[in-house]
């Protein structure tokens, strides 16, 4: 519910005062006209609704069709490989055939794309051939294992210390807009309605109100859960802690990641980025508070988690709750309902989440975890949980690696100084944020949004040759929006059934092993993706 409550003042400031692109924001309002359109609510003389739920409805069957075409085995979600680079250097690729992740590369744009992909080349083309050179593989290792091992270790710790360098920038260029929407806010409702309902918020009273009743029940959670383990006389100074770190450090991180979320899209938000930041702070603040002792310290790591879970709670929601602004704010919707209504779907989200969680613990489990009794093999990887649980133990145990976040902060640097030069000389603009998550998220997360970003120059580029240069390119932004959702609810309905059926893959066709697989993903995913873009084409030079 802080997530809520934190966007309410960011609205002015990031909404309906910004420039910000909101992809997803963008697409759901489309979505939204489209079924109005199809519905007779609004006038269809031209066609374009029937042509945008078309769209809608053949991305989604496309990226559904290929996931579930994966999971019979008979084509490969992913392929990976390792290989020598020189005498003892190694290097490696895990690339997946996420049409999900290229349809959110189509809406972040080229930008974000060539971002990630410089990520990916400082990470896998030059940082880990780097350090396997210097680090050679003990002997009996798996080239593969420790070409991993140098990446989770230390090159992920690269990519950590440009994203907390990146967030430090960008909460310092936001301090203005932040401040200039809250003290909007507190105007308006300070002087005479204008009766306006499409620029109105929750009252300022209500805001104190619903925080207040928030920091309570944080209070209440802190005390209980530091209560519950070996810190329980140290409960109380880590409750005064958690609470204002919950306060400020939930406000700044809500608008840092909404921020980025109308810029880049919130799939692509640095969360985790600015996470890393928060969790360092909010351990050391513990640390200092409360000195470990070994009986003390996987308590104190534990705690420190949580309280950061809560910060983190609030900047997804921040991420969502704008995008659903700027949808409202397109298609003419009162801010003031939609912020009841994000109140009432925060709560039904609760209600629901473990029970989803739940249910993907039981069927894949997620790594650094037991994993016990799971039914898949291989376990989710949540690369950012796995980072910010290591970060906090690195920092309460007193042994973190400074030496490559502090050479991740100098990347960080450079890239900052980068994205400034390019947009003095008018240049493709690099964002700081997105390269760091290039580099420390795995490949198989960022290669098809890299390639989605590309496809999207390029359909943008032929969209504005076309009779009807804006039909075109909303038809591409609603085929994005389809790929993203067909594929996406297919892997809840795989979970489902994982678990239901008891096994890794309950409806495979042929053995993991089946040789042609590799090469019938690949034609699987490149002959989509030629299909739909050429339907988007074809379309598009009919339009007038």
Known sequence: MLGVVFTIPLRRALVTNSDLPYPEGVAAAEVLKVGSGTRGETKDETGEAREGLVAVILGSVASAGLAIVTATRIAAAEVTGFFRVGASASSGYDIAWSLALLGAGHLVGLSVGMAMLTGLVISWGIAVPILTSMQPAAHGVALAAHTLAIWRTQVRFIGAGAIAVAAVYTLATLARPVLGGLVATLVASRTASSGNDRDRDLAPGWIVALTAVCLVIAAWLAFTF?????????????????????????????????????????????????????????????????????????????????????????????????????????????????????????????????????????AYGFAGAANVGVVAPNPLPAPQ??????????????????????????????????????????????????????????????????????????????????????????LGTLVASGLIVGESLWGVINAGLIVGFSKDAPIGLVPEEFAPAPWLGLFGFVGVIVWLYGWMLRRSAKAR
């Open 226 to 362: 530091a209560k519950s383990t070996s810190l329980a006389p140290s409960a109380v100074p880590l409750t005064l802690i958690a609470v204002p770190f919950v306060l400020i450090g939930g406000f700044l991180i809500a608008g840092i990641c909404g921020y980025m979320a109308g810029l880049i899209g919130a799939s692509n938000s640095p969360i985790s980025g600015v996470g890393i930041l928060s969790v360092v702070l909010c351990a050391s603040a513990f640390v200092i508070a409360v000195p470990p002792t070994p009986e003390t310290r996987p308590a104190l790591v534990a705690c420190a988690l949580f309280i950061t879970a809560i910060v983190f709670a609030c900047a997804t929601i921040s991420n969502d709750n704008l995008q659903d602004l700027k949808t409202g704010q397109l298609v003419g919707a009162s801010p003031m309902r939609q912020q009841i209504a994000l109140i009432v779907g925060v709560a039904a989200g609760a209600s629901v989440i473990p029970s989803v969680l739940n249910l993907l613990a039981k």
């Open 385 to 474: 949980a796995t980072l910010i649980s290591a970060l906090a133990q690195g920092v309460i145990g007193g042994n973190l690696d400074w030496k490559m976040l502090g050479i991740g902060a100098l990347v960080g640097v450079g890239l900052i100084l980068l994205d400034t030069t390019l947009g003095a000389m008018k240049k493709l603009r690099i964002p700081p944020l997105a390269v760091g998550i290039g580099i420390y998220l795995p490949m198989s997360a960022t290669f098809a949004v890299v390639v989605g970003a590309v496809l999207s120059h390029w359909y943008d580029g032929r969209a504005r040759r076309m009779p009807n240069p804006a039909r075109a390119e909303r």
